[in-house]
């Protein structure tokens, strides 16, 4: 059971280059999202989906951007990368798109470094 | 807004001792889930334990029990007979009941504890 998988785990970036952040799960968890981890910030949500087709913002989306199209996954891309999104990202899925005492299963995060 | 504060950056204990993290929140909503989560080196994130706001009895997971102030709003993690794994930094979420639509399932999350188990 993969659960949810992200790639890259490492990444370099120089300021204004693009990429995306893969996130895949294999649970059909309906709510899936992302988190940056900054130190001494905790966790802030950036962006999450309860379905597919359907996205929203969260506490930090800006600079980001990312879509739903299918259950399994859910890309969260960089478009032009600043040094302030030095973090590192956390994707995770709930089986509950409503919450209540389901919990957030994360992937392993992708430290990511923009020069 | 719902707030979450850790107010122990860091945290030490001995082996096979007790120690207890703290964690407070801010909220004007009677009825919410709370988690503690541990993230150990391998910057993996791994559910600890949940409370239900409408449950008295406080949590427990075999050596991970919390004690749950809802007046005082409160919700420390005990662990007990503290191990070598258990070091890793902690942290505290807050979740809001179901019935605010679609935005609920997000955790606000506190700034963590960083816990060093002594040999």
């Known amino acids: ?115 | 807004a719902q707030t979450v504060t850790q107010s122990q950056p860091e945290m030490s204990v001995q082996e096979a001792e007790t120690v207890t993290l703290s964690c407070t929140y801010d909220t004007s909503e009677s009825d919410y889930y709370l988690f503690w989560y541990k993230q150990p080196p391998s910057r993996q994130m791994i559910l600890v334990i949940r409370q239900e706001a409408y449950k008295q009895q406080n949590a427990t997971e075999n050596r991970f029990s919390v004690n749950f102030q809802k007046a005082a709003k409160s919700f420390s993690l005990k662990i007990s007979d503290s191990q070598l794994g258990d070091a890793a930094m902690y942290f505290c979420a807050y979740r809001s009941p179901p019935y605010y639509g679609g935005a609920t399932n997000k955790l606000i999350f506190g700034t963590g504890t960083l816990l060093a188990v002594q040999p």
């Open chain 1, 1 to 115: 059971n993969a659960g949810v998988t992200q790639t890259p785990k490492f990444q370099v970036l120089k300021t204004g280059q693009s990429m995306t952040l893969q996130c895949a799960q294999d649970m059909n968890h309906e709510y899936m999202s992302w988190y940056r981890q900054d130190p001494g910030m905790g966790l802030r949500l950036i962006h999450y989906s309860v379905g597919a087709g359907i996205t929203d913002q969260g506490e930090v989306p800006n600079g980001y951007n990312v879509s739903r199209s299918t259950t399994e996954d859910f890309p969260l891309r960089l478009l032009s990368a600043a040094p302030s999104q030095t973090s590192v990202y956390f994707c995770a899925s709930s089986y509950s798109r409503t919450g209540g005492n389901s919990p957030l299963h994360f992937g392993n995060g992708t430290r990511l470094t923009v020069t």
